[in-house]
Every structure is written in C-alpha cells, then in structure tokens.
C-alpha cells in the first residue's frame, strides 16, 4: 500500500518514479523468476512507476541478461493491461487547478492520442518541462523529445514513454511542421510509430512480400510545440498531422 502511495502521489505531481530492490532476487541464483515476483514487476507498471530497476541481478547475479529480458518482458505485457483513458483522468481529477498552459496542453494531447489513436507524439522542449508534462498523463503511445540541451535527452530514459531526439539549435528551423520533417523521419528511423511509409511494423525487420500497398497518410501524429515551431516549454500549441 504504500508503493502505491508513493507512486500516485508522484504520478499526480508529475515527478518520474522508479520501482527497485529485489523485484526479480531468485534470479541470482535461478533463470525463472517466481510468480510472485512477477506480480511485483507488473504491479509496479499497474500503480504506475516510469521505470523499474534490477540491482543485484545484474551486479553480481548468475543471469543478468536473462533477468533483463524476463523483467522487460513482464512491463511490456503489464502495459498492454492498462487503460489509457483511466489513468488520464484520474491524473487530471486530481491535479491541482487551475492548470498551467504547459499542464493544460499536455493533458489534452494525451486525452487527444486515445481519441484518434495517435501513433506518436512530438514535443519540442528546451529544458524538458514540457515532455515531462507530457509524460506525466501516460499516453498511449511513444513520444519523441526534440531537444537542444544534452541533459534533458539524457533524462529521457527515465521517464514514461519518452525518447530523445538530440539536435544542435531549436530554432533552426520547424522539426514537426509536416510528416516529412526531420523529427517524423527520425521517429521512423528509431520504429517508434506502427506504420511508416505504409509498410507494417515487424519485431525484426520488414518483409515486403506481405506488405499492404503504400498508403498516402499513415496514423495519427500530435505534436506540442512554440507558436513558431520550436520550444514549448513556455508558449505550447497543440497540432495534429
């Protein structure tokens, strides 16, 4: 009970919080883990931890890449389980209003993403507010930091769904003014969005002889970004592609 505490009281202030300690222990010294530390990793994902941590199992256990799949495996499945709709108004029921524009936006992207089944959501953030905002509402699907500043594409391996897109300057130029701008193609290149160019997503690679033929639109892309295209963090603008 007070795991689940912790993690909701984090969750509703928008602060990443990771699960750890002795989630997976037998697997020191065993391959399978036990059902009830399966249990203790896919609850973590239910109560809604942005990340949980090996520690032994990995330091000094006998199969630490095994406990690396076996746990990855187990929040990917827990995942599949979740609500998307639940837990974004449950986030904003018990927000403190009155929201911030950077609040207000994220949580309307993210009630948008399960609205029209985005595949993908593009934030441009400077110093990351606005990805974490974003980050904080659980959206269905993944969402791409586009950021100039090297320690928040760092921190985006902490928190939910997030991945980074390290460029030199956010003023250069617009990164998500269409589906061939550079942020879309390196979402493509990463296997962020389910289709791309019309081809179906495979877990290894694409085979072309099963493909569908190329289609003009893909899915659903929303991006937060400044009223010119670049920062967020301060001014967002919510659009769709």
């Known amino acids: ?17 990771i699960c750890a300690t002795q989630m997976l222990e037998s697997m020191c010294d065993n391959p399978l883990p036990t059902r009830a530390e399966m249990l203790d990793v896919a609850n973590a994902v239910f109560d809604g931890a942005d990340a949980t941590m090996l520690s032994g199992e990995t330091a000094n256990g006998a199969f630490p890449a095994v406990a690396v799949s076996t746990m990855a495996a187990i929040n990917a499945n827990a995942e599949l389980a979740k609500t998307s709709s639940a837990s974004i108004s449950f986030l904003r029921d018990f927000t403190q209003r009155p929201f911030t524009t950077i609040e207000s936006a994220a949580s309307s992207a993210a009630m948008g993403a399960v609205d029209c089944a985005a595949e993908l959501i593009v934030v441009i953030s400077g110093k990351g507010a606005a990805a974490k905002a974003m ?69 290894s690679s694409l085979d072309l002889s099963n493909q569908p033929k190329p289609q003009t639109r893909g899915g659903n892309i929303i991006v937060i970004a400044g009223p010119d295209g670049g920062d967020a963090d301060k001014h967002p603008v919510v659009s769709f592609l």
């Open 135 to 203: 980050s904080k509402y659980r959206p269905p699907c993944p969402i791409l930091v586009v950021t100039a500043d090297a320690a928040t594409a760092r921190q985006t391996g902490a928190y939910f769904g997030q991945y980074a897109m390290k460029v030199d300057d956010l003023t250069s130029e617009k990164f998500a003014v269409d589906r061939f701008a550079p942020a879309i193609t390196e979402a493509k290149a990463l296997k962020l969005m389910k289709e791309w160019q019309g081809m179906k997503r495979t877990p």
């Open 1 to 17: 009970l007070a795991q689940k505490m912790l993690i909701t009281k984090a969750n509703v202030a928008g602060r990443f919080a």
